[in-house]
């Protein structure tokens, strides 16, 4: 019989699934986070109208338990063995179902759908919005509270959940009246599978994920009465916020065959903070997958952006919260994807090899748009483009230009980053599959001036999920142990080419520039 010893039980193991934008992934870690097992399926998303952008919620449903349950028996163990549960998962995709049935209204809305853009710009150029911005500026300038600050200079954006969420309640009758009869519950997509991992039984989410629909309050860790107020959001329809270690409950008998304790809920660029053991303030970490992620532990304190910086719930554990500032690029994976279906390479680890064997890219600049710009332009409005195309431009040329692109972005969101947190940079690790690209690697390092780390594995969300779901039930017993179980694969270091990339970069920009408001109308 297993039996505990020295706060680990022998022959368990954790189970973390990460839901990601492009597929669901499932790994079973032991002791020394070594992964016994892994699974992973492709998630469809569904393209039903110009600029929208869903997933069907029942597709996801069975492709989460599936994934789990592969997992763990490309491990060759049985559920039994599994001690805990932890998710991960994309942010601020959100669906509504009923209180009563558990059915959904309507598909997942994701994260990069853009239907709500319209209502965006409205409210961003609306008269409630300068009387807000004006206000904000007089309780700052009289409390020095730093929400004030941050409610003076917010603007809206499609990325969070705020304006998608009010496109539904608009437009949906079935929202509507569940609504009014007091019959809705909204979740982003960790609380969706909670609810379903639990048979109904738990409406929640945890700090990581509320702090990232654009709808809770940083400074005060709750949501927002007042912007639910102004913008006609209906508080009683969102879920419990919990800690992002807790035990949120235990899966129905009837999913695995064994109630498994779900014990940790967690937004993927958090989880994947965590994973990479950026504990410290000052740590960073670079995400670069579907878009990239850039996040600078700011420690106890969230921090107030005047650039489009957002400041989210690290993690919630016990009474310590960590905050971190982001800022984002959206289509860094996307743009790798399109260039593949477009026939530029046939397999994305081709492109290094592409991007190194040119010099340059022969003048070539590549916008990474698809989904508008974001920190520190802002505009999204802003079109993808190629510029500077000739005759000579080959193949290479374009790959080379849009690898650069990434690294260019990344060195935007890094100074700007720097420069507003005014915190010193103590580590910077990397993570995603775009890291697996050692060109991109390597010019990111040179631009920043800094060194890299690029660890082992590269699924970082579903190793934080493990990590904070196993500190939970004492399968390890504190950060310090979790730090000793880190694996650097490769660390890149600067060799001083920035000055070589000065006149690429300025006319980068100047092709930024030109892209931008690309889609306003006249």
């Known amino acids: 019989m297993d039996s505990p010893r020295n706060g680990f039980i022998k022959g368990r193991y954790i189970l973390s699934v990460d839901v990601g934008t492009t597929s669901i992934r499932g790994h079973v870690y032991d002791k020394e986070a070594n992964i016994k097992g892994s699974s992973s399926e492709k998630i469809s998303l569904l393209y039903p109208n110009p600029g929208w952008v869903e997933l069907d919620p029942e597709e996801l449903w069975l492709q989460f338990v599936s994934v789990a349950k592969a997992a763990v028996q490309a491990a060759g163990l049985q559920m039994k063995q599994i001690t805990a549960l932890g998710i991960s998962t994309q942010r601020a995709t959100f669906t509504t179902w009923s209180r009563k049935t558990g059915e959904t209204f309507h598909n997942f809305i994701s994260w990069q759908d853009r239907r709500a853009s319209e209502l965006v710009t409205s409210w961003n150029n609306s008269f409630t919005m300068k009387a807000l911005h004006g206000s904000s500026k007089v309780l ?3 409390t020095r509270r730093k929400q004030f600050l941050a409610a003076s200079i917010v603007t809206f954006s499609t990325q969070h959940v ?4 009010a496109w539904a309640l608009q437009n949906l009758k079935k929202v509507q009246e569940a609504v009014e009869e007091g019959n809705c519950c909204f979740g982003t997509i960790d609380t969706w599978l909670l609810y379903r991992l639990t048979k109904g039984a738990v409406h929640a989410t945890d ?17 927002s009465g007042m912007l639910c107020s102004l913008i006609s959001l209906p508080l009683s329809i ?3 916020v919990e800690n992002t270690s807790h035990k949120f409950g235990s899966t129905d008998t009837s999913i695995f065959g064994v109630p498994i304790p779900i014990m940790s809920l967690v937004a993927d660029q958090q989880a994947a903070m965590f994973g990479e053991c950026c504990f410290d303030t000052g740590d960073v970490k670079i995400t670069m997958g579907t878009g990239t992620f850039i996040n600078i532990n700011t420690g106890n304190k969230p921090h107030t952006s005047i650039s489009g910086l957002y400041p989210v719930v690290g993690w919630k554990i016990g009474q310590e919260v960590v905050y971190l500032a982001e800022g984002n690029a959206a289509d860094t994976g996307t ?3 399109w260039a593949q279906g477009l026939d530029l390479f046939s397999d994305p680890a081709e492109t290094e090899a592409m991007a190194n064997s040119v010099p340059d890219a022969d003048g070539v600049c590549f916008v990474p748009s698809f989904s508008g710009l974001q920190a520190p332009l802002n505009d999204p ?3 993808a ?4 195309l000739k005759p000579s431009t080959t193949k290479s040329h374009l790959v080379r230009a849009i690898l650069e692109s990434t690294a260019f972005r990344n060195k935007q969101l890094y100074e700007i980053m720097s420069e507003e947190t005014n915190i010193p940079v103590t580590n910077i690790r990397a993570d995603g599959g775009v890291c697996n690209n050692s060109f991109v690697m390597q010019l990111t390092a040179d631009l920043f001036n800094r060194k890299i780390n690029r660890p082992r594995h590269f699924d970082m969300s579903s190793l934080g ?3 904070i779901a196993g500190l939970g039930i004492g399968f390890w017993s504190s950060k310090e142990e979790l730090k000793c179980l880190g694996c650097t694969e490769k660390v890149f270091y600067p060799q001083n080419v920035w000055k070589n990339y000065k006149p690429v970069i300025d006319r980068w920009e100047k092709a930024l520039t030109r892209s931008m408001h690309w889609y306003s109308k006249p």
């Open 381 to 383: 409005h802003a079109c």
């Open 385 to 388: 483009s190629f510029m500077g």
């Open 335 to 337: 743009a790798i994807k």
């Open 140 to 142: 700052h300038f009289i």
């Open 162 to 165: 705020t304006f998608r969420l």
């Open 465 to 467: 999920a493990a990590f």
């Open 238 to 240: 969102f879920p419990t």
């Open 207 to 223: 700090y990581s994920n509320a702090s990232a629909t654009g709808i809770f309050d940083s400074y005060q860790m709750c949501w």
